[in-house]
């Protein structure tokens, strides 16, 4: 066995998620930074939050990323007692947490999502963290691929190390 390899571990989260959804997809990451002791496994609800989760981790101001952290308790616009759990808290180097909310624009729109955010906002305690942050597949750069993300780096490694390029229409003959 080799002593250098470490099994990736799970990452912590506030709740699981379910195994069937209408509207989501079950993504696993696999976070490799060398800031880590050792690989995690992150168990995202969909392509949007891997795609959020890739920004965040690009993003060298960024400390640290908490997946599914614990759910902050709010009053309602009815004044009823509600929770609601970001889908990641990120921690910055300058030590200002960071409450992310990943949705896709349609529901934004749809459900006044960005006016229960400011409310959300408005009561959560300084504590869990300083600011909130929405992100939709309109935050997602189109033409530029993250170069930090674990799996682009994965790629680019197996390139490196010459794995064949294989072309697009052979996707298409594989799947």
């Not at 959804?21 to 800031?35: E, F, H, L, Y």
């Not at 300084?126 to 929405?134: E, Y």
Request: hydrophobic content about 45%; some cysteine; aromatic content about 6%.
């Amino acid at each position: 066995m080799n002593p250098f390899f470490c099994f990736p571990v799970l990452a912590p989260a506030s709740r699981t998620i379910p195994w069937r959804g209408k509207i989501s997809a079950r993504v696993q990451v696999v976070d490799t930074r060398p800031c880590l002791p050792h690989p995690v496994i992150l168990r995202l609800e969909s392509q949007l939050e891997a795609h959020c989760y890739d920004q965040l981790i690009a993003n060298p101001s960024i400390l640290d990323i908490i997946a599914q952290p614990p759910a902050v308790r709010y009053l309602d616009v009815q004044g009823k007692p509600a929770t609601h759990t970001f889908d990641f808290l990120a921690r910055l180097r300058d030590g200002t947490a960071v409450a992310v909310a990943v949705r896709p624009l349609t529901r934004v729109h749809k459900w006044r999502f960005k006016d229960t955010l400011a409310l959300i906002a408005a009561q959560m305690p300084k504590s869990f963290a300083h600011k909130v942050l929405l992100f939709t597949e309109a935050d997602i750069p189109r033409p530029t691929v993250v170069a930090h993300a674990p799996t682009t780096r994965l790629v680019e490694r197996a390139q490196e190390l010459g794995a064949p390029v294989i072309p697009t229409s052979t996707h298409l003959i594989v799947s």
